[in-house]
């Protein structure tokens, strides 16, 4: 397909609401699309042909020492400063008590010297207890899938490809649990980075520092499989090597920035829902799409064949997707149904007629995938430098049209139920991560965070209904200045109407496991892996071109990767029909 860009008129009925999408059901329901921040920085380095090297490797027999690994910009360097180390087995745990990892990284600003390698030897193995300056722009610590990193390097090391069934369950060697930026730590401020064109982006930063160290993994065990059976050794082969990805332990330090930066939420989600809708206002299908699309259900299938959980509820849900994708191919299959006007949009409305959440939402990414020249430039609307202020000078009649008229999903709630405030959010005292707590059950209700976003509106609402509309706006918060924070909230979200959770976040059925997967997806994470409704863990990068394959011209064909049988079927976002 042609990268000039394509335009087309949106039909408004095509826009999902936001009460249609911001909903925890749905949201707990997301699968990446092109639009993901890993698609985006890939496509940026191809497109400007970044180059990478490993420039330092001082390793002992066992892998344990310094590594460095370089990217260059056109505009600058970044390196990616490895530590790795033998953890004992009793201290190798995912969890954010954990005091050693496997490896550790600083990404460094620059080209480090001696010197600055040095300072983060002393400092990056610490991780949260190390001190850190603003040369340091992430930090980040790995553990190995003990397993499957030992089949690999011992399977290579005898000169054979590693077991694909093994590598397949898993899908990556080595799992991060934790990539800091913005400042935590002492590392370098968002505002030192963000007029950066390739840092504009959302977490275009973090999500480099992943894609390094996925190539650090992938090199490193080919290097102990050298070291260990010499002239015998070879290397993983290009499919099985583009399949690696990185995995993550994820838990609830995530879900909080959904809550406190909600313009920022609302520009992820319109450009998403402005994706979809230009998809679904497509008359007749852009050459090849539909094509794409049909071979697409085959691949999917064989994607969610290789997802597998033990959490029952995300697993019932896979077996559901799995009869739904196999359904929706025989329905596509009797040509009428989708050789008439705006297939998409019908594709789009049986499916949402028919089917699950899950199976909607995968759908979304399906239909989205093979139009990039027509939803692309969206990736350049998904940030924002917006700081919210308080406006003084709105009238309280106009706040209480607002509050109705914006916010019924949180002014209908009935707070006085002990079912609708059984849960509250706060900090850990040890590691200052956020926490999820019951009440009578967790100490610490009296340090609550700030997100409840709907009792805090419902509440306001009790007493603007209260206050005559005569009163000025600065009078009401001099009276009542514990509304302030919400009144602010509301003034500057209810002309961002995505940007809001339109749910109950204390409720007692709520799961921040559904938060997570909202964000992750727009990161680009694939297969979910719920190990409570706290954390989960993740792939990252799973099918994504290695450094020594940007060039190559499939590099962006990696959505819904499958290693079983990964050479298959054609890549899916496009219409070059190569194999990934």
């Not at 896979?318 to 191919?329: G, K, P, V, Y």
């Not at 959010?425 to 999820?436: I, V």
């Not at 863990?537 to 962006?556: T, W």
Request: aromatic share 10%; net charge negative; hydrophobic share 35%.
């Amino acid at each position: 397909m042609t990268t000039e860009t394509v335009q087309i008129d949106i039909d408004s009925d095509f826009m999902r609401t936001p009460e249609k999408v911001m909903r925890l059901e749905r949201m707990g329901s997301s699968f990446p699309t092109r639009l993901s921040f890993m698609r985006t920085l890939i496509r940026r380095m191809s497109k400007e042909n970044w180059k990478f090297e490993r420039t330092r490797r001082e390793v002992d027999k066992d892998g344990y020492g310094i590594s460095v690994y370089a990217v260059t910009t056109p505009n600058r360097t970044y390196s990616l400063i490895a530590f790795t180390q033998e953890i004992p087995a009793d201290m190798r745990t995912d969890r954010v008590i954990a005091e050693v990892w496997d490896a550790t990284f600083s990404l460094f600003d620059g080209v480090p010297s001696q010197e600055d390698i040095d300072y983060l030897a002393d400092n990056t193995p610490k991780q949260e207890a190390g001190r850190y300056r603003p040369s340091e722009l992430t930090l980040s610590r790995a553990n190995k899938s003990l397993r499957v990193f030992k089949n690999v390097v011992d399977s290579l090391s005898a000169g054979n490809q590693p077991d694909k069934d093994l590598l397949t369950s898993v899908g990556y060697l080595m799992r991060t649990s934790a990539v800091y930026g913005s400042g935590k730590f002492g590392c370098a401020d968002r505002d030192k980075i963000s007029d950066r064109e390739e840092c504009k982006a959302p977490f275009q930063i973090e999500l480099l520092t992943v894609y390094l160290i996925r190539w650090f993994t992938i090199d490193s065990a080919e290097e102990l499989a050298k070291e260990r059976g010499g002239e015998k050794a070879v290397k993983l082969d290009k499919t099985t090597r583009r399949f690696i990805g990185v995995g993550n332990a994820t838990g609830l330090g995530m879900a909080p920035f959904l809550l406190k930066h909600p313009a920022l939420i609302h520009n992820w989600v319109v450009a998403k829902e402005t994706a979809l809708a230009r998809v679904r206002s497509i008359e007749t299908p852009i050459e090849g799409t539909l094509k794409v699309f049909l071979k697409s259900l085959l691949q999917v299938s064989q994607h969610v064949d290789e997802w597998n959980v033990e959490d029952d509820i995300q697993s019932e849900r896979i077996s559901c997707l799995t009869d739904e994708i196999q359904a929706l191919r025989l329905w596509c299959e009797n040509e009428p149904n989708i050789l008439r006007p705006y297939p998409w949009n019908g594709i789009y409305q049986y499916v949402e007629d028919n089917f699950s959440l899950e199976c909607q939402e995968m759908v979304v990414s399906l239909i989205i995938e093979p139009h990039g020249a027509l939803v692309d430039d969206l990736a350049e609307t998904m940030s924002t430098t917006e700081i919210p202020k308080f406006k003084a000078d709105m009238s309280l009649s106009e706040l209480k049209e607002v509050v109705a008229d914006s916010y019924q999903w949180a002014t209908t709630i009935d707070f006085s139920l002990g079912e609708s405030q059984h849960h509250f959010w706060y900090y850990s005292e040890d590691k200052l991560e956020p926490r999820f707590g019951s009440k009578g059950v967790d100490d610490g209700v009296e340090k609550e965070m700030p997100l409840a976003i709907g009792r805090d509106v419902h509440d306001l609402n009790e007493k603007l209904l209260e206050t005559s509309n005569a009163t000025s706006l600065s009078d009401f918060v001099m009276s009542y200045p514990q509304f302030r924070h919400i009144i602010r909230r509301i003034q500057n979200t209810f002309v961002r109407p995505y940007s809001e959770v339109q749910d109950n976040l204390l409720s007692e059925t709520m799961r921040p496991l559904d938060l997570l997967r909202f964000k992750l997806a727009f990161f680009g994470a694939s297969k979910f892996d719920p190990k409570s409704n706290l954390w989960t863990r993740i792939s990252m990068y799973q099918g994504a071109p290695m450094p020594d394959q940007l060039s190559e011209p499939n590099h962006d064909c990696w959505s819904f990767p499958i290693g079983g049988r990964s050479q298959s079927y054609p890549c899916i976002n496009c219409t070059c029909q190569k194999d990934i």
